[in-house]
């Protein structure tokens, strides 16, 4: 089965503090991996999309990184701020009958505080 | 400026009626998606679409529907055949031969 596995489900963080999500997945065949933020009651914004071949891919203090042979991505925040508060989530698309599913996971709900 | 654009961000439905979700987008993307999103769960794909006057049903479609009569526009229509509708439904675009989704920013639907 195609699954999309995230953790933690939530965390809690101090302002200024740096910290990992992870994602695992089991869906093939596999096209890349994506990232988005969610903040309540938004839709998602692209942080991050990685291809089969690239191991790490930053966008300001977002880092991702990709073990396409584990099935693994991680997202490193470096710094955190307030506005780091969100849904963070991990997508892989999925290639298919010439069609390109995309596949969500639950997503890491991020708290940032003071 | 450039985007995709949902309406309204918040709806009511009585037990029974059918309610219709707007979606628009002015970034000349081919292909168009309707998802659900619940509490604790990834977004599920109601319906998706390719190319005007064409769409297929996504893994959760039974008690919607669509249309694409233009490129710029997808509603989905919400019937009383869907048992839980309550939920936040989000439109996405993406250029056909691209990579990069784009999200509307959401519409909330509540039963009372």
């Known amino acids: 089965k195609n699954q999309v596995e995230q953790s933690p489900q939530s965390l809690i963080i101090l302002e200024g503090k740096n910290c990992t999500l992870q994602?695992?997945?089991?869906?093939?065949?596999?096209?890349?991996l994506r990232w988005y933020k969610q903040d309540t009651g938004r839709g998602p914004v692209s942080l991050t999309i990685?291809?089969?071949?690239?191991n790490t891919k930053s966008n300001g203090r977002y880092t991702a990184t990709l073990d396409a042979d584990t099935k693994q991505s991680s997202l490193h925040i470096t710094a955190s701020q307030l506005s780091d508060s969100a849904s963070y989530i991990c997508?892989?698309?999925?290639?298919?009958?010439?069609?390109?599913?995309?596949?969500f996971g639950a997503g890491t709900r991020l708290a940032v505080h003071p | 400026d450039g985007g995709i654009t949902q309406s309204p961000k918040y709806l009511f439905r009585k037990e029974g009626q059918n309610v219709t979700l707007s979606c628009e987008q002015n970034?000349?993307?081919?292909?168009m998606y309707w998802y659900r999103q619940d509490p604790g769960q990834g977004l599920r794909l109601i319906y998706y679409?390719?190319?005007?006057?064409?769409?297929q049903k996504g893994d959760i479609a039974e008690g919607y529907s669509v249309s694409r009569e233009k490129k710029e526009s997808f509603p989905l229509t919400v019937t009383s055949a869907q048992k839980n509708p309550t939920a936040f439904y989000l439109c996405?675009?993406?250029?056909?031969?691209?990579?990069?989704?784009?999200f509307g920013q959401g519409t909330r639907l509540t039963v009372v």
């Open positions: 679409s390719q190319i005007v006057n064409d769409f």
């Open positions: 997508v892989v698309s999925q290639t298919s009958g010439g069609y390109n599913k995309l596949i």
């Open positions: 994602c695992n997945y089991t869906v093939s065949p596999f096209s890349n």
């Open positions: 990685m291809t089969f071949s690239e």
């Open positions: 996405a675009s993406r250029d056909r031969v691209g990579t990069e989704a784009f």
């Open positions: 970034l000349n993307h081919d292909a």
